[in-house]
């Protein structure tokens, strides 16, 4: 007699500690990714200032900014495995073509984040460079929109690897 040894959230059913762990995974390279674009194609200074400011480190800051950037990408990686389950799309998500759909959603969605968080939040810590609300600036939000679809590639496709 086999025994399942998938082991999954209470209230999450479709959510996996493997898929979890894929999501932290995929969001760490992701963001590998995507802070080299910003570090290298974008003109704002915004892993080694903005993103430091919004937890009150005075910049430049680099390494702070780095690191900080990485934690965004695993949390925001798991935040992916727990909507893909939550949404009951893990099935979808397992194959190629739900993965770089999702994929490419995700990158979107995220792309929300520095148009409309940001901008908020460093207004908040009285950064003085903060980007006016809503941060549509173009074609520094096409940029990060490129990004946050390299970032969140990853992500969904670690997620599809991840057989439980």
Known sequence: ????????????????????????????????????????????????????????????????????????????????????????LDDYARTLGGAVSLGVGYGVLTTLLPVIVMPLWLSAVGFPMAPPFPNLAIPGTLVTLVGHVVYALPVALAYALARD
């Open 1 to 88: 007699m086999a025994t399942d040894t998938k082991q999954t959230l209470a209230p999450l059913p479709n959510v996996t500690t493997a898929g979890l762990a894929a999501g932290a995974l995929g969001g760490f390279v992701g963001s590998v990714l995507f802070g080299l674009i910003m570090q290298y194609v974008m003109p704002a200074p915004i892993l080694e200032m903005a993103i430091p400011a919004m937890y009150g480190f005075a910049g430049p800051a680099p390494v702070v900014g780095w690191a900080l950037h990485q934690f965004h990408g695993v949390v925001l990686g798991v935040a992916f495995v727990v909507l893909v389950g939550a949404a009951g």
